[in-house]
């Protein structure tokens, strides 16, 4: 999760990051209050990035000046975000300008320090002459002052910078953080160091054990009660519903069902290297087949996925790749062949003696299928052709003789694939 | 990093309810591997089928001898904890089961490995499976045959389909290593290449994932050790769009800066990896069998 500027400065400022006077602003009329001597800086409080350039930080010498500024500020829209706050900061001469920063680096495992000389908004000279230090073992601060004699510091800024360096490593550690930054970080004509702008992230599998930073991100930046209950972490065990992944191609003639993310990697690699066209895909969560209430839970996740596949004219094949306990599998194919019955029903134009028939069970239910399907009223035929790559070759209890055309079943996940591919070509 | 390996005999499970214990050991025991204590805050002195149940590692120990190996299914921020329990009572093997664990204390966790040479498989990981002999974790037996291909899968399904494909060629498996997928593991495919070229029942090794920096790492492990078993790969989610990439400080930072996504392909930088270190990338699993048996056959 990203803070805003005046978010991490509140934390800068709880370790003794040194920071400017500052005053958050939710309307312009709040700078009649304003506590800082002008002249002061106003600066939009988004978290994308590029606001300087975006016209998002003004320097105004009065009240009269800064209302109208605030205002502008509060309708710019910095790359689509506009600001809630306004932060206004006194203005501060700084000689030198550095960047400090702290990263997790997932390659090498380790926590790194970076530092470059040339902070600020000129991202190529700041990379150029970006150093780095990798904390290998435990955090010391002699990584701290190896990190600033890399930048090329001498004298007493080798300490004043570590002691910063230290202080953004205790946040970073306590707080567990993907990312600190300082930039820039001021440096007067007398050698003060001022941390000018800030950027945290804070790393979201470990946010619900820092309540000081979700109490920092959600208090009064003017939420409605059911805004802040949206943000509030849910600690309660999720229940197992289906997840639809964020692929999607609006081109995509085949709808992918599975039961885990890898099957789900898998068979939209396969389908792309036959040239078949996946559209989306879902995952239905079968994680608690041993509980007793899960065959409903599997049957209900199934029901609501195929009713949203069936909104999507586009999508002309389903292809369910399920690997999981006979039971699963069974709740599953049966699901999907009940479902798929069902919608018939809902266009059944046989005679009541004809239903009296259908009553007596499940097969002939499907011989009836078959028969309207040779009598080729169009309505009858689903909107979708289903293919289904379950484990089990046959389950007793379901009925045999499906078209193959309407549903075809197979173990063999490749062949499912080459399947769910000429469906797809096919009218 | 040479790392002494056998197969864990006495097994303990960690940070774990009652009911998944009973779950967890029933299925264990059913493919052979004795779980000998659980590990429960507050119900030591009980037991879970047949199995008694301390409130400390050190208890457990101190009752019943030493322990191989600790599955640790404790809520995620409750692992560090657990694990440095585990490593204070010199177990080596750590399979950590939970996933969702914060980086940070991951990276905690390995330096207390290196220091103290313990081997960590996870986080997220749902263990290690001999077919036929020792299932520690919650792999599904029912997937794998009795062979001599090792498998290094960073997703379990992925393992499973590969699976599926050698068990129609009748190649079983020597072993099935799930490393988990989370962004700091405790082992990753070079630490397992390291321990299985030294497995006498492994004849070949297939590395499975979706590609991402460790098959580089891997790669690069290939070619440094002398490893006289053939290794192939299969990397699925080529044509799935990214999701995330664990990335390196210097890249985090310049993307952050200018405010642009990346543009470092990790798909193409873990192929190329492989193809210099000459592991051949199997396209699709069908593939993996006929790849294994011209490999094999060249080879003996």
Redesign the interface.
Known sequence: MDLLEYQAKELFRQVGIPTLPFQTIYTPRELKRLQIPYPVVLKSQVR???RGKAGGIRFVANTIDAIAAARNIFNLSI?GEYPEVVLAEARYDAEQEFFL?I??????????L?GSVQGGMN?DS??DN?Q?VVVD??FSSFYARRLTVKMGLSGDLIQSVSTVIEKMYRLF?AK?L??I?I?PLGVSAQGELMALDG?ITA?E??L??HLDIIALTTKDNHLSPQEKAATQIDLSPTIETEQWL??QDRKGKIAIICN???????T???L??GKGKPACCVLIDDSRY?CEDAFVSLQEQLAKVLQEIDQRAEIKVVLVNI?AEEKVNFTIAQTIIELYQLGEKQIDTTTGEERNLVANGAKSRSHRQVNNQSNSRPKQIPSVKIVMRLLEREIDSLPEDIPENLLYWTDN??EAVQKAISFGKSR | MKMQWKLPNRVIIQGINKADAAHYTAAMKACGTQVVAVISTGNGGEEVEGIPVFDLVEEAIAKIGKIDATLICASPYRVLDAAREAIAAAIKFVVILTPGIPPLDMVSLQQKAKVNDILILGAGSKGILVPEQICLGALKPQFYRSGNIALISSGEYLACEVALELNLADMGQSIVVHLGNEAILGSTYQQWLSILKEDKNTEAIVLIGQPDYYQEQAAVYYMEAEINKPVIAYLAGLYTPRERDFLDATTIIANQLSYSVSSVNTDKRALAALKKAGIEVAKRPSEIPPLLQTILTLKY
């Open positions: 994308v990035g590029g790359l920063a990263v997790l680096d997932y390659q090498l495992q380790s926590p790194v970076l991202v700041l990379l970006l780095q073992g435990e550690q567990d993907d990312l930054e930039n950027k790393n599998l470990a619900a054990r964020d692929w885990s993310r890898d099957l789900a990697v898998i939209w690699d396969l792309c290297q041993s690997l996940l490749e």
